[in-house]
């Protein structure tokens, strides 16, 4: 009889906490330390690439590229995949994970008229 009501009560719980577990490893964007010779090394093949991502946020909130100026970001992060010269933006490409369905990520590195970084942004766009 207990072991019956157990089984009742512990049964929807397991079940109930596995779900959630699922969907929240589903959702949660992996992060990891930067590591300048593995953006380096990843940014080469495009296959690995997809990975790049996950170093963003500890990038940015390292504060690595503060008053950084565009000779020294690309000696920590290689070439950008896009220059935006009206708007002072550079863009590295970082790949697609992280979520339901796809999301890109990209690096985006706003800079002033005097070539210092204002702003360095993850931008995520969701399919």
């Known amino acids: 009889m207990i072991s019956g009501i157990i089984a009742v009560v512990l049964t929807p719980l397991i079940y109930f906490a596995f779900v959630i577990y699922i969907i929240y490893a589903l959702t949660t964007e992996k992060r990891r330390e930067f590591h300048r010779e593995e953006w380096i090394l990843v940014g080469e093949d495009i296959n690995k ?3 790049r991502f996950e ?3 500890d990038l940015i909130d390292s504060k690595i590229l503060v008053k950084k100026d565009s000779l ?3 000696k920590i992060l290689g070439a950008p995949d896009s220059r935006d010269k009206e708007n002072n933006k550079w863009t590295y490409e970082a790949g697609t994970g992280g979520g339901f369905g796809f999301v ?3 690096l985006d590195i706003y800079y002033n008229k005097d070539n ?12």
């Open 72 to 74: 020294e970001v690309i």
């Open 55 to 57: 170093m963003i946020d």
């Open 116 to 127: 210092e970084i204002v702003k360095a942004e993850h931008r995520r766009i969701k399919d």
């Open 104 to 106: 890109d990520h990209y």
């Open 49 to 51: 690439r997809l990975s």
